[in-house]
Structures are given as structure tokens and as C-alpha cells.
């Protein structure tokens, strides 16, 4: 069972800083980013990711449905919504459910990283 890193990748570049120093600070066996075409032509992160294409206009099933057939099934799941929309941020977190996984949430702070 491997250390997962979720994270929602959205339009706004503001929050793009702390999802890469997430992905280049902690250790992480894989990285998946929730984001669409264009996040995944200008976010260049410095570790190889994997990506769950979503399209931001579907409708909310359709979102969650994407992300539900990309989650693992048995990793320690990590997740960050510190980037992204209340809209993708609910489709995460009821893909999560559907599965049935456990996640913890994760945050950078001046204190370092917390876990919760």
C-alpha cells in the first residue's frame, strides 16, 4: 500500500504554488492531479504525476464518475483542496465515498505539513 497525493488542480494559478511544493516537499508513491487540459499544459510540477482529466462544464455525475474510476483502491489516500471549486471539490469527496475510502486531508502551514 503505497502514500497517495490527490489534489484538485484548478483554473486559478494562486494555489498552483502550494500543490507543487506538496508534491516536491513530502514523499508521496504516487500523484494524481484533478484538473483539465489547460492545468495540465501549464502546471509543471517537478516529480511525474498521473491525471484525472475532468472537463469543468459537465455536469456534476459525469465529474465524479471520472474521478471515482481513477482512485485507488487500497493506497493511503492523501487529499488536497487548498486549489480547485466547491463543484470539484464535492465530486472528489463523493467519488471518495462511492468507494468507500479512507483519506486524510492535507495542508502546508508556517509549521510545516499537517495531516488530518
Known sequence: MGKTLLAVLGIGKGTW?????????????????ISN?????????????DWIMI????GFEVIKEEIKSKLPEKDDLVLSLISGSGREHMAVLAAIKDKKLEFRIVILTGEGTKYY
Open 17 to 33: 504554488g502550494h500543490v507543487a511544493r506538496l508534491i516536491s516537499e513530502e514523499k508521496f508513491d504516487k500523484v494524481l492531479l
Open 37 to 49: 487540459e489547460w492545468g495540465k499544459e501549464n502546471f509543471k510540477p517537478l516529480k511525474e504525476c
Open 55 to 58: 472537463n469543468n462544464r459537465a
